[in-house]
């Protein structure tokens, strides 16, 4: 063979593996846009769902309209409500515009606790699987820590640091740590034995081979605890609020139960669930182009 043959040859196989290249990316997208619209699909199909039950539980058990709120209520005291300064009332805009800067509130504790628990239980994770003697010294303190119930330590946690964002801290990284540490450790564990032996036969050592292979390996469980603990991470800002600073969305919803606003009470609920839908659809989208990258394995699983 000649050796512009050679040559001839040599740019077939670079042009054939780009093109395969190029279609294992095509590939990857496509599965990771799959699953983005499954996880959405699921969010809205819940979302009517949960509106109907409203509705009907509403109108199956005859609550009084006074202070069952439906979905109606709730979209007319945000959007089409008219001030009325004889009972009190505000229109929509200010409506909104008073739930909205509480919601803000909300939104910065519930990320201070999601961001402080999740960071911990993923150090904390590698710890445990890297030395079997930590785990077994330090995970009875980590179960005790979740057996006992928050609502009763959130007086001593005040006690300690006060009514500040360090207060929101220790509250919403306690609600999100507990299960970011189990669904890392499963994930971390879960890694195949013939690479962590591959990465040792190479002289790796433990943190190369955590960094390479374990982590990797360990996305999907990753993901898992990031968007299991959206709803945690609100659930321990409002119980912060609710208990502890006086601000944001459950301070809100504490003062407007206390004045019998039904309509302010039921609009803040709806606008913090909707703010944890969205949260979770966003690390969802997160989710579905990492492991596209990095996992691609687990996209095409999730058929």
């Known amino acids: 063979m000649s050796p512009v043959d050679d040559h001839a040859t040599t740019a077939d196989d670079h042009a054939t593996t780009a093109d395969i290249h190029a279609i294992d990316r095509s590939q990857l ?25 409203w509705e009907g539980f509403i109108k199956i058990y005859h609550l009084q309209p006074i202070i069952a709120k439906s979905p109606i209520d709730i979209y007319h005291y945000l959007v089409t409500a008219h001030a009325d300064k004889v009972h009190g009332l505000r229109d929509a805009a200010g409506n909104r515009q008073i739930l909205f800067h ?19 239980a993923l150090v904390v994770a590698v710890l445990f699987v890297s030395n079997r003697t930590v785990e077994q ?8 820590g979740r057996c006992v119930p928050l609502i009763a330590m959130v007086p001593l946690i005040t006690l300690i640091f006060g009514r500040s964002v360090l207060c929101v801290a220790v509250i919403g990284g306690i609600v999100c740590f507990f299960p970011a540490l189990i669904n890392v450790m499963f994930g971390l564990r879960a890694t195949p034995r013939s690479s962590i032996d591959l990465m040792t036969s190479y002289g790796a050592g433990k943190a190369t081979t955590m960094r390479k292979v374990l982590i990797p390996s360990a996305l999907p469980s990753i993901f898992a605890s990031l968007r299991i603990n959206v709803p945690g991470a609100v659930v321990g800002a409002l119980l912060a609020e609710f208990l502890a600073t006086g601000a944001g969305s459950g301070a809100e919803m504490q003062n407007a139960l206390n004045q019998f606003d039904y309509g302010e009470l039921w609009s803040a609920v709806v606008l913090v669930t909707l703010m944890s839908i969205l949260a979770y659809s966003v690390v969802s989208a997160i989710e579905a182009g990492v492991l596209a990258r990095f996992a691609p394995e687990s996209l095409g699983g999730a058929r």
């Open 29 to 53: 997208r496509s599965e990771a846009y799959a699953r983005l619209a499954r996880n959405l699909g699921s969010v809205l199909i819940s979302l009517v769902a949960t509106l109907a039950l």
């Open 102 to 120: 509480y919601l803000g509130r909300t939104a910065g504790d519930a990320l201070i606790g999601y961001a402080v628990g999740t960071v911990i």
């Open 137 to 144: 010294t330090f995970m009875p303190l980590a179960l005790v």
